[in-house]
C-alpha cells in the first residue's frame, strides 16, 4: 500500500472515531471537540471532561462580568493546545501584536496577604496559585515571568507570537505564555504589555441538540 493511501485510511479511520463518539472531524483527523459549545468557542479534553474557551477584548475588570454574560467563568488553560488557540484567538482580534490576558487564577487564600509565607506562596512553588474553574488541572501552564510575585490575587498572561524586549528599565524579556501577578485589577500598561483582553471558559451542552 502506498504511503498516502495509508495516511489517507488512518485519516479516514480516525474520523470514523470521531464519529462514533458524535464529534466532527477536524484537520488531519483530529476530532473537533467544539460540539456543544456556543459558536465561536472551542472545546478541548480536559482530564474531567470537556470545556469551552475564548477570548475576549477589554480591560480586566470587565473581565468576570463579560465571561458571566456568557454564563461562563474566567478561563484556565491545561495544555500547549489551549495555549495556542487562546493567542491566537485574542491576536485575530486585536491589531496589536502582543498583550496580557486576565486568566482564572488566583492565589491560595493562605497565600492573599502574608507575606511571611514568602517560600511558600512564590508563584515557583506551585501550590501559591489555584485555577478558578475548576477544571484546569496541574500546574503545567504556569509560567511566571520574573517580574512575579507581587501578591496580587490573580494573574494575567503574555500572549505573542514571539518573545519581546520589554524597554521600561525592569521588564526584560517576555516569552508568550508568560504570566505575571502584578496588580491585575489596575494594570493597564501600554505598547507590548497593554492590557487586551480576558479568557472565558464554559461547560460545553453535550446534550443539546440544536
Ligand atoms: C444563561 O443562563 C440563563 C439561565 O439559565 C439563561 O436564561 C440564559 O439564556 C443563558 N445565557 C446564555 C448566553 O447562555
Ligand atoms: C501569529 O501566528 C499565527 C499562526 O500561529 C498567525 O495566524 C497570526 O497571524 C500571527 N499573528 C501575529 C500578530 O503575528
Ligand atoms: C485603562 O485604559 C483605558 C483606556 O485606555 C481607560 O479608559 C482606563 O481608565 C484605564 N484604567 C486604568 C486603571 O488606568
Same mark, same amino acid.
Given at each position: 500500500?502506498? =504511503?498516502?493511501?495509508?495516511?489517507?485510511?488512518?485519516?479516514? +479511520?480516525?474520523?470514523?472515531?470521531?464519529?462514533?463518539?458524535?464529534d466532527?472531524?477536524?484537520?488531519?483527523?483530529?476530532?473537533?471537540?467544539?460540539? !456543544?459549545?456556543?459558536?465561536?468557542? =472551542?472545546?478541548?479534553?480536559? &482530564?474531567?471532561?470537556? %470545556?469551552?474557551?475564548?477570548?475576549?477584548?477589554?480591560?480586566?475588570? +470587565?473581565?468576570?462580568?463579560?465571561?458571566?454574560?456568557?454564563?461562563? $467563568?474566567?478561563?484556565? %488553560?491545561?495544555?500547549?493546545?489551549? =495555549?495556542?488557540?487562546?493567542?491566537?484567538?485574542?491576536?485575530?482580534q486585536?491589531?496589536?501584536? /502582543?498583550?496580557?490576558?486576565?486568566? !482564572?487564577?488566583?492565589?491560595?487564600? %493562605?497565600?492573599?496577604?502574608s507575606? *511571611?509565607? +514568602?517560600?511558600?506562596?512564590?508563584?515557583?512553588?506551585?501550590?501559591?496559585?489555584?485555577?478558578?474553574?475548576? *477544571?484546569?488541572?496541574?500546574?503545567? %501552564?504556569?509560567?511566571?515571568?520574573? *517580574?512575579? &510575585?507581587?501578591?496580587?490575587?490573580?494573574? @494575567? @498572561?503574555?500572549?505573542?507570537?514571539? /518573545?519581546?524586549?520589554?524597554?521600561?528599565?525592569? /521588564?526584560?524579556?517576555?516569552? &508568550?505564555?508568560?504570566? $505575571?501577578? =502584578?496588580?491585575?485589577?489596575?494594570?493597564?500598561? /501600554?505598547? +507590548?504589555?497593554? $492590557?487586551?483582553?480576558?479568557?472565558?471558559?464554559?461547560?460545553?451542552?453535550?446534550? *443539546?441538540?440544536?
Amino acid at each position: 500500500m502506498s =504511503k498516502n493511501l495509508y495516511t489517507l485510511c488512518a485519516i479516514l +479511520a480516525a474520523c470514523i472515531r470521531c464519529a462514533v463518539r458524535g464529534d466532527t472531524c477536524g484537520p488531519r483527523g483530529r476530532c473537533d471537540l467544539s460540539r !456543544g459549545c456556543p459558536d465561536g468557542w =472551542k472545546g478541548f479534553q480536559r &482530564p474531567y471532561g470537556r %470545556m469551552c474557551l475564548k477570548t475576549f477584548t477589554g480591560l480586566v475588570r +470587565a473581565g468576570a462580568t463579560g465571561c458571566s454574560n456568557y454564563n461562563a $467563568t474566567l478561563g484556565s %488553560m491545561q495544555n500547549d493546545d489551549e =495555549k495556542r488557540f487562546v493567542i491566537d484567538d485574542i491576536l485575530s482580534q486585536v491589531t496589536v501584536s /502582543s498583550g496580557l490576558v486576565w486568566l !482564572g487564577i488566583n492565589r491560595q487564600p %493562605m497565600c492573599y496577604t502574608s507575606t *511571611s509565607n +514568602a517560600d511558600l506562596c512564590a508563584p515557583s512553588a506551585r501550590d501559591a496559585f489555584y485555577w478558578t474553574d475548576g *477544571s484546569a488541572r496541574g500546574w503545567d %501552564m504556569f509560567d511566571w515571568h520574573d *517580574s512575579a &510575585p507581587q501578591l496580587n490575587n490573580c494573574a @494575567m @498572561m503574555f500572549v505573542s507570537n514571539t /518573545s519581546v524586549q520589554v524597554d521600561d528599565g525592569t /521588564s526584560g524579556v517576555w516569552y &508568550p505564555g508568560q504570566m $505575571t501577578d =502584578k496588580g491585575c485589577d489596575t494594570i493597564n500598561a /501600554s505598547g +507590548a504589555l497593554k $492590557t487586551i483582553g480576558y479568557v472565558c471558559a464554559k461547560i460545553p451542552n453535550l446534550y *443539546s441538540r440544536t
